[in-house]
């Protein structure tokens, strides 16, 4: 299966912007999406993105996030705008949907604060 590193993440105010970066280990065809997990509670999607370019986004990203790729970087980035405090957790990247049994990386932590 595909393994994916996720960096990026950092400390921003309210307000602020952040791009996080996902490469993947080796080729990328299909989906692939962003999640993110707040401790203590189950991961969620924020947005994925098509092999053809297509994308979608979960509500509370619509608007504000904007995901795009580059097959051949292997790299699906995500630019952030409008950063809100409850958008802290740590950020993960992963097919989408993600398959049974998927592996996770490390993921990237954001946190929004002043």
Known sequence: QVQFVESG?????????????????????????????VAGEQREWVARIYANGQSMYAGAAEGRFTVSRDNAQRTVTLQMNSLKPEDTAIYYCNKAPVPPGASWGQGTL?????
């Open 110 to 114: 954001v946190t929004v604060s002043s």
């Open 9 to 37: 993440g950092a400390l921003v105010q309210p307000g602020g912007s952040l791009t996080l970066s996902c490469t993947a280990l080796e080729s990328i065809s299909g989906g692939i999406g962003w999640y993110r997990q």
